[in-house]
């Protein structure tokens, strides 16, 4: 299963941008998918997340200015991304938690490709 991850780019600060990802198979189990961030010289950090019952996890420096969306039926997440920052700058990472069975379920985090977000003060 691979991940494939769109929107991103250069906005001024309190503009808006909106992500998306979407699992190249339809059909495979995900836990949860999500985001995360890596800026420049810090550690990454998850933005937010989203189980398949739609229970959320925000980090709280996005609260209120991010929204997290989830299609099961079609394997996407997306993040609404409002009121942005320049130190929302960063590599935004998309995963998912796919759920595989060996005997007995399991789960496998996969990774999309990066995404940029420069926010311009």
């Known amino acids: 299963v691979q991940l494939q991850a769109s929107g991103g780019g250069s906005v001024q600060a309190g503009g808006s941008l909106r992500l998306s990802c979407a699992a190249s198979d339809r059909l495979v189990r995900i836990g949860r998918m999500g985001w995360y961030r890596q800026a420049p010289g810090k550690e990454r950090e998850l933005v937010a997340d989203i189980s398949a019952e739609g229970s959320v996890n925000y980090l709280d420096s996005v609260k209120g200015r991010f929204t997290i969306s989830r299609d099961s039926a079609a394997n996407t997440v997306s993040v609404q991304m409002n009121s942005l920052k320049p130190e929302d700058t960063a590599v935004y990472l998309c995963?998912?938690?796919?759920?595989?069975?060996?005997?007995?379920?399991?789960?496998?985090?996969?990774w999309g490709q990066g995404t940029k977000v420069t926010v311009s003060s």
């Open positions: 995963y998912a938690g796919i759920k595989l069975y060996a005997g007995h379920w399991y789960t496998k985090d996969v």
